[in-house]
């Protein structure tokens, strides 16, 4: 079964940095896109960022661009998401997910559990 | 950016009744159009992708329709366990964003 396992998360302070990781498990990690999806407390998800299979393609939303970076690790089937210069409206839970066959343009078939980053001072 | 717009943004009704949910985008996005399932305390999950495709092991009673700007999840027969948050997804752009979600409760 496919299976994504995410950490990292916890409370940093406004301007801080953190790293969230995701283990993936049951599939070539490989051979899919990825991308990272995220969900403010009470609000609907929001799309963060999605990486294709060797790393070379990557897409922000442009909240993000310039503060948080995706990357991949396809020899320790992980996934990473680096931020930088935390703003409370960062605060969410952080969704690892599995994109569909189409890739960037795909549905996520499968979320991790989330992990919850809380920016606050 | 695509807006997608849901309605309604809740509502309530009896076991075995039939739900719709409606899904409207900003811009004609053709079938690139996914709805998700989010029981609380849970992540989201897959129900439907390409507007009609059910995932599986998804029940049948789940169903989408529509093309172009609007779309319809339809549940035929309400069951307990489906007591969730329902979001539209468009898939059609970057960024790939979310309907504001329709809280399902049972009566």
């Known amino acids: 079964d496919v299976r994504l396992v995410e950490s990292g998360g916890g409370l940093v302070q406004p301007g801080g940095s953190l790293r969230v990781s995701c283990a993936a498990s049951?599939?070539?990690?490989?051979?899919?896109?990825m991308s990272w999806v995220r969900q403010a407390p009470g609000k609907g998800p929001e799309w963060v960022a999605n990486i294709n299979q060797d790393g070379g393609e990557k897409y922000y939303v442009d909240s993000v661009k310039g503060r948080f970076t995706i990357s991949r690790d396809n020899a320790k089937n992980s996934l990473y998401l680096q931020m930088h210069g935390l703003t409370d409206e960062d605060t969410a839970f952080y969704y690892c997910a599995r994109d569909g066959p189409f890739g960037g343009s795909s549905w996520v078939d499968h979320w991790g559990q989330g992990t919850l980053v809380t920016v606050s001072s | 950016d695509i807006q997608m717009t849901q309605s309604p943004s809740s509502l309530s009704r009896s076991v075995g009744e039939r739900v719709t949910i409606t899904c409207r985008a900003s811009?004609?996005?053709?079938?690139?159009l996914n709805w998700y399932q989010q029981r609380p305390g849970k992540a989201p999950n897959l129900l439907i992708y390409?507007?009609?495709s059910l995932q599986r092991g998804v029940p049948s009673r789940f169903s989408g329709s529509g093309s172009g700007t609007d779309f319809t999840l339809t549940i035929s027969s309400l069951q307990p366990e489906d007591l969730a948050t329902y979001y539209c997804q468009q898939s059609y752009g970057t960024p790939r964003t979310f309907g504001q979600g329709t809280k399902v409760e049972i009566k």
């Open positions: 049951g599939f070539t990690f490989r051979s899919f896109w």
């Open positions: 811009l004609s996005i053709g079938s690139s």
């Open positions: 390409g507007a009609t």
